[in-house]
T-cell receptor
């Protein structure tokens, strides 16, 4: 069965600090990988996704993530965080050969809360 | 894009009662998903529909849970004989899937219905 591990439960940073949130998944086949963000009081929204091609993907608001197949990892990065990045971040995966190309059944990690101090 | 709408936002019920939640997806989306999220966990997949057909159900969906999408538009999730362990946030999401899908159709989540069983 697929699973997703997010290493950090809560990360506290000061503004302008660099961010890296870890995500590892367990699945031997071809996967689709996602990062979702949930700002306080808002719904989950897609930050970025990887399906194939360039393993370095860029998302909204200056976020990027790198897929390293050999490490089963998809870590999220941002060079300089802002107070407005305070949110909970979820890594998710699904098996790409299922669900006719749509995202279908996503397996989520437990999430990482990011608090950015102004 | 009016987004995914879920009602009610909060529901408090006594153990043993039945509850029903409603989800209105984005109008052109043919796929609809239900997820459940408990405190400290990421969302867990429950079931999904393509149009009115329920294509997959998680083992998490016990026989007390039933979901419908009678006309391929809105969906309802009913929990019968609620238990305290059913207390959670119930999330609905929608997307384009199947033959009509763009390969990279994202899930759009609603704000969820928070269920508290006393």
């Amino acid at each position: 069965a697929q699973s997703v591990s997010q290493h950090n439960h809560h990360v506290i940073l000061s503004e302008a600090a660099s961010l890296e949130l870890g995500c590892n998944y367990s699945y031997g086949g071809t996967v689709n990988l996602f990062w979702y963000v949930q700002y306080p009081g808002q719904h989950l929204q897609l930050l970025l996704k990887y399906f194939s091609g360039d393993p370095l993907v860029k998302g909204i608001k200056g976020f990027e993530a790198e897929f390293i197949k050999s490490k089963f990892s998809f870590n999220l990065r941002k060079p300089s965080v802002q107070w407005s990045d305070t949110a909970e971040y979820f890594c998710a995966v699904n098996a790409s050969h299922l669900y006719g190309g749509s995202q279908g059944n996503l397996i989520f990690g437990k999430g990482t809360k990011l608090s950015v101090k102004p | 894009d009016t987004g995914v709408s879920q009602n009610p936002r909060h529901k408090i019920t006594k153990r043993g009662q039945n509850v029903t939640f409603r989800c209105d997806p984005i109008s052109e989306h043919n796929r609809l998903y239900w997820y459940r999220q408990t405190l400290g966990q990421g969302p867990e997949f429950l079931t999904y529909f393509q149009n009115e057909a329920q294509l997959e159900k998680s083992r998490l969906l016990s026989d007390r849970f039933s979901a419908e999408r009678p006309k391929g538009s809105f969906s309802t999730l009913e929990i019968q004989r609620t238990e305290q362990g059913d207390s959670a946030m119930y999330l609905c999401a929608s997307s384009l899937g199947g033959r009509r899908a763009l390969y990279n159709s994202p899930l759009h989540f609603g704000n969820g219905t928070r269920l508290t069983v006393t």
